[in-house]
């Protein structure tokens, strides 16, 4: 698994290439991030914020202006170019919207295809292709070739020549935006289950606030060039840090969204034991009619059945009111 970080990062592109008439670009104004190890993290933000610049610096194919990226410790900026490419064979792997899979090439040999560049020999290669192709549902169809695939099975095999190489960062941009809605589901559940089986640590760009939601362990959040919010996906509702946010995650419905943990209060008193309460992750549509007849604290369990805290009336008005702002 891999660490990334970035220190006070800024990068200027002194032509902005959606300015014919010129101009310069800031299309990252010192940013400073930390992603941990094993965790989602999306980048989200109105178009030409800095999102696809923040995931090339860290492949190496953006330079910094200012500031430093580090993957894993190392400076980005003080590596040769051949570490550099090590890294970028090794380490990481990107998957993009538009697939980018070689259309003279079968499923299999595609899947492969990191491998041939990292002169993986060919039984190898072949071995361990196969191996992700099954992990990402398409075995057995190795010997097709791209124009015989759907939308969705071709970003699969992205996906999979992305995983051959075992990276343990991996960059998305925009991975699944092509997809309709149901097979996009789909990429998402399988995205959170292979992370399940294995924990990478994948920086995922994404214009839509519902795959954000559902995809994020945390979401960062760039508004021109600068860092908003970065935190868990449900503060972005309950504690928008800026009204940029706020607007941005106007719509979101919170009923959907906020759980049961949400809604705890934090000077209430300890709850009691033996009462039977809520699970910790109960959607807030769930929890509606029960709120509505609160008389006394509720209880709020995690998994193992531990007392988390309770939900008063005050404690639930008081996230509503704050979260309605972003549904008005
Ligand atoms: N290679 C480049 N040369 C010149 N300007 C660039 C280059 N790449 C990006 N820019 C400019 O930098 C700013 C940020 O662009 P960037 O593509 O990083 O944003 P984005 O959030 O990924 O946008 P989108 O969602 O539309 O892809 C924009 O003003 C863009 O026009």
């Known amino acids: 698994m891999a660490t990334v970080a970035l220190r006070k990062v800024s990068k200027v592109y002194e032509q902005d290439r959606a300015a014919p008439a010129g101009g310069r670009a800031a299309a990252l104004d010192d940013v400073t991030l ?10 989200m933000g109105l178009s030409g914020c800095g999102k696809s610049t923040l995931l090339r610096l860290l492949n190496g194919l953006v330079t910094p202006t200012d500031g430093q990226v580090l ?3 190392d400076d980005l900026g003080t590596l040769s170019h ?3 490419q090590q890294l970028r064979r090794g380490t990481m792997a990107m998957v993009f919207q538009s697939f980018a899979l070689f259309p003279h090439r079968t499923v299999i040999d595609n899947a492969a295809f990191g491998l041939e560049i990292a002169g993986v020999a060919k039984p190898e290669r072949l071995r361990r292709s196969g191996a992700v192709l099954e992990q990402v549902g398409l075995g057995g169809h190795g010997a097709q070739y791209p124009h015989q695939l759907s939308g969705g099975m071709r970003q699969r095999v992205g996906l999979a020549r992305a995983l051959a190489v075992n990276p343990s ?3 998305m941009d925009e991975a699944f935006s092509a997809l309709d809605p149901l097979t996009r589901r789909g990429m998402q559940d399988l995205l959170l289950s292979l992370q399940k089986e294995q924990r990478r640590t994948i920086v995922f760009v994404s214009h839509d606030i519902d795959e954000a939601l559902h995809l994020g362990d945390r979401i960062a959040m760039l508004h021109d060039g600068r860092l908003l919010q970065h935190g868990a996906p449900r503060a972005f509702l309950t504690q928008p ?8 995650f106007q719509g979101v419905d919170p009923a959907r ?8 209060d934090p000077v209430a008193p300890p709850s009691d034991a033996t009462t039977a309460g809520v699970a910790a992750d109960t959607t807030l549509g769930d929890l509606l009619s029960r709120l509505g007849q609160l008389t006394a604290p509720l209880t709020v369990r995690d998994a193992s059945g531990v007392a988390l805290g309770a939900i008063t009336a005050a404690s639930a008005l008081r996230v509503l009111t704050r979260a309605r702002g972003s549904h008005a």
């Open 71 to 73: 993957v894993d410790g």
């Open 82 to 84: 051949r570490r550099l």
């Open 241 to 248: 840090a800026h009204d940029h946010v706020r607007a941005f």
């Open 169 to 171: 960062l991996l960059l």
């Open 257 to 264: 969204h906020l759980r049961a943990a949400d809604l705890i």
């Open 34 to 43: 930390d992603i941990a190890e094993g965790e989602i993290c999306v980048l």
